[in-house]
């Protein structure tokens, strides 16, 4: 399996992210991100690039639209034993990501607070975290996906170990966890919508 050369870094739970990020740097890996994930690491002093610059699309629709392009998904489904693949996203510019960091807006968090507004639980309903999450596990022989802020340290230290890559088996695992967790986060939404006459 290839190192693991790229991550898109994009989370709503930050804990203990600024770390990992920097351990990923040390280990080689070019930090791509967006909005908060970026400042708070910019901030720290991590060396990353904005989304928005390597897509050449600004974020829009007041931060509703980030990673919805192309360049992101083509990065993320490329598969890199496919000479098709590699042939079509060197045409089009695209590079690959080898890894997602990604945890999802906080929805049932804020639908459990009492008296939100529907309107506030709609703008907590993450689109560009699970189609992310989705495109990078079904492709997971090539891309590692990290939804759970715990596994941190256990990705670095076999990423330390397996000279900057994880194994096929921990991929998996990984991606199992992605689609056990988009199901969970689905139905909170569906079941939300089902009980309330919305605005």
């Given at each position: 399996?290839?190192?693991?050369?790229?991550?898109?870094?994009?989370?709503?739970?930050?804990?203990?992210?600024?770390?990992?990020?920097?351990?990923?740097?040390s280990?080689?890996?070019?930090?791509?991100?967006?909005?908060?994930?970026?400042?708070?690491?910019?901030?720290?002093?991590?060396?990353?690039?904005?989304?928005?610059d390597?897509?050449?699309?600004?974020?829009?629709?007041?931060?509703?639209?980030?990673?919805?392009?192309?360049?992101?998904?083509?990065?993320?489904?490329?598969?890199?034993?496919?000479?098709?693949?590699?042939?079509?996203?060197?045409?089009?510019?695209?590079?690959?990501?080898?890894?997602?960091?990604?945890?999802?807006?906080?929805?049932?968090?804020t639908?459990?607070r009492?008296?939100?507004?529907?309107?506030?639980?709609?703008?907590?309903?993450?689109?560009?975290?699970?189609?992310?999450?989705?495109?990078?596990?079904?492709?997971?022989?090539?891309?590692?996906?990290?939804?759970?802020?715990?596994?941190?340290?256990?990705?670095?230290?076999?990423?330390?170990?397996?000279k900057?890559?994880l194994?096929?088996?921990?991929?998996?695992?990984?991606?199992r966890?992605?689609?056990?967790?988009?199901?969970?986060?689905?139905?909170?939404?569906?079941?939300?919508?089902?009980k309330?006459?919305?605005?």
């Amino acid at each position: 399996m290839p190192k693991i050369k790229r991550a898109i870094i994009s989370v709503s739970n930050k804990n203990g992210v600024i770390d990992f990020a920097k351990a990923l740097h040390s280990l080689g890996v070019e930090i791509l991100s967006t909005g908060g994930t970026a400042k708070a690491m910019r901030d720290a002093g991590v060396k990353v690039k904005d989304v928005s610059d390597y897509t050449g699309f600004p974020e829009m629709l007041d931060g509703r639209l980030k990673t919805l392009h192309p360049k992101v998904h083509g990065g993320l489904l490329a598969r890199r034993g496919n000479p098709k693949d590699m042939e079509d996203i060197k045409e089009y510019g695209i590079e690959l990501i080898d890894m997602i960091v990604v945890n999802l807006y906080p929805f049932e968090e804020t639908i459990a607070r009492p008296n939100v507004k529907f309107s506030e639980a709609i703008e907590n309903i993450d689109i560009g975290g699970p189609t992310m999450l989705r495109s990078a596990s079904k492709n997971f022989k090539d891309v590692a996906v990290v939804t759970d802020n715990n596994d941190f340290d256990n990705v670095i230290k076999e990423m330390k170990a397996n000279k900057g890559d994880l194994s096929y088996k921990t991929r998996l695992e990984l991606a199992r966890k992605v689609f056990r967790l988009t199901s969970k986060y689905d139905n909170a939404i569906a079941d939300y919508l089902s009980k309330t006459a919305g605005e």
